[in-house]
């Protein structure tokens, strides 16, 4: 299939570590932030949303962390399984821009046995 | 229930051909997306509709690049006389109608992988 994942970002983690996945935005306007995890071959699938009015949600065994002052965004996985390699793209949404998301480069994601 | 769903799934054609590509959104879902991915690189957006009102063609690389949506259906996406910078997969999202100012979920098919010779 369809690589996705050529000349991005990299991060390569041991399977039951935890992962963090870094974003940084450039809009402050931004008011809605979403991470997606795309294995080869396939859309985008949704993993958590946050908006600006909170900076933690917490999903399955997922986390995101956002930071309005410096315009930061993570993503955190807990226990790390060979299911979650795949390239994680973190996207925003700026008030008022009809809803079409502003989709960041991306990073792969390796977890190694 | 069922996602989005695109096709073909897969696209090969000649420089200069037009070619037309199909999607499906969730049922319900009164808004729809276009976006494109180049090969290792995040996903541009190319057009939106939201139920009767006039689409957001802002992203539309140029007038070769069309699209046509009936009612809070199928969505068609168009290139004509393709190049090879055309090269992509062709992902569309669909979600919810926005309201209150709050953004709604998008979610996405499976893709359209064009390769233009």
């Known amino acids: 299939g369809e690589s996705v994942g050529l000349h991005l970002p990299t991060l390569s983690v041991q399977e039951g570590d935890n992962s963090i996945i870094n974003c940084a935005y450039s809009n402050s306007a931004s008011d809605y932030f979403i991470w997606y995890k795309q294995e080869s071959g396939k859309g985008p699938q949704f993993i958590i949303d946050i908006r600006s009015n909170m900076d933690k949600r917490q999903g399955q065994r997922v986390t995101v962390l956002l930071n309005k002052t410096v315009k930061h965004l993570s993503l955190q996985i807990a226990a790390t399984q060979p299911g979650d390699s795949a390239v994680y793209f973190c996207a925003e949404n700026i008030e008022g821009s009809q809803g079409n998301l502003i989709f960041g480069k991306g990073t792969k994601l390796s977890v190694k046995p | 229930g069922a996602g989005v769903s695109q096709s073909p799934s897969n696209k090969v054609t000649e420089k200069g051909k037009d070619v037309e590509l199909r999607c499906d959104p969730i049922?319900?879902?009164?808004?729809l997306y276009w976006y494109r991915q180049r090969l290792g690189q995040g996903l541009e957006f190319l057009i939106y509709f939201q139920g009767n009102s006039a689409p957001d063609k802002s992203g539309l690389p140029s007038d070769r690049f069309s699209a046509e949506r009936t009612g809070e259906s199928v969505s068609t996406l168009t290139i004509q006389r393709t190049q090879q910078e055309d090269s992509a997969v062709y992902l569309c999202a669909s979600s919810l109608h926005r309201t209150s100012g709050l953004t709604e979920t998008q979610y996405f098919g499976p893709g359209t992988r064009l390769l233009v010779l």
């Open positions: 049922s319900g879902h009164t808004a």
